[in-house]
């Protein structure tokens, strides 16, 4: 690591923290020879490998950028889209490979765009799923309402609390 000052070919770790996300390392270093102090931050590269073999560095925008369109004219905040770029990221990061396929980001994102609006979710999976007739959308649908009543069907115990001692 370069001093971005002299250009002293190292540095000393002062102090090194996690990032608030847990995605990479902080860490405060000093030049030995001008004792000027400066931060780094260390991340792991992420590439997402496209269709045509071309590699690329992964991109939270991009993702952004992909779902905004299903979301047009739906209730999703651009705070809802970073918080869904967010977990699509960290849960491509779980794979714990370098180099995803971005087929393997598009079904990142289908459970969270799912919970957060299911009309966005039915466009982006028609585009991604490649739906070519209406028997798609109908089977998709289908699969859609059977998750929603899948909670209601499990019948839940009630437990009737005691009080006092035996």
Same mark, same amino acid.
């Given at each position: 690591?370069?001093?971005?000052?002299?250009?002293?070919?190292?540095?000393?770790?002062?102090?090194?923290?996690?990032?608030?996300?847990?995605?990479?390392?902080?860490?405060?270093?000093?030049?030995?020879?001008?004792?000027?102090?400066?931060?780094?931050?260390?991340?792991?590269?992420?590439?997402?490998?496209?269709?045509?073999?071309?590699?690329?560095?992964?991109?939270?925008?991009?993702?952004?950028?992909?779902?905004?369109?299903?979301?047009?004219?739906?209730?999703?905040?651009?705070?809802?889209? &970073? +918080?869904?770029?967010?977990?699509? @990221? !960290?849960?491509?990061?779980? =794979?714990?490979? #370098?180099? $995803?396929?971005?087929?393997?980001?598009?079904?990142?994102?289908?459970?969270?765009?799912?919970?957060?609006?299911?009309?966005?979710?039915?466009?982006?999976?028609?585009?991604?799923?490649?739906?070519?007739?209406?028997?798609?959308?109908?089977? &998709? +649908?289908?699969?859609?309402?059977? @998750? !929603?009543?899948?909670?209601? =069907?499990?019948? #839940?115990? $009630?437990?009737?609390?005691?009080?006092?001692?035996?």
């Amino acid at each position: 690591m370069f001093c971005p000052y002299c250009r002293h070919d190292s540095s000393r770790v002062v102090d090194s923290r996690t990032l608030e996300d847990g995605s990479g390392i902080r860490r405060r270093r000093q030049c030995p020879q001008c004792s000027k102090r400066f931060t780094t931050v260390e991340t792991t590269s992420l590439s997402v490998i496209k269709r045509s073999g071309a590699a690329e560095p992964f991109d939270r925008s991009k993702v952004i950028n992909g779902v905004r369109k299903a979301c047009q004219g739906r209730p999703v905040t651009a705070d809802d889209l &970073a +918080v869904l770029a967010q977990e699509v @990221e !960290e849960t491509v990061r779980a =794979s714990g490979n #370098a180099e $995803v396929d971005a087929n393997d980001v598009g079904l990142a994102i289908l459970g969270p765009l799912k919970r957060l609006d299911v009309v966005a979710y039915m466009r982006f999976a028609s585009v991604y799923r490649g739906f070519e007739n209406l028997d798609d959308f109908e089977a &998709a +649908v289908e699969e859609l309402r059977r @998750e !929603e009543l899948e909670p209601e =069907s499990v019948t #839940a115990k $009630v437990v009737q609390p005691r009080f006092g001692f035996r």
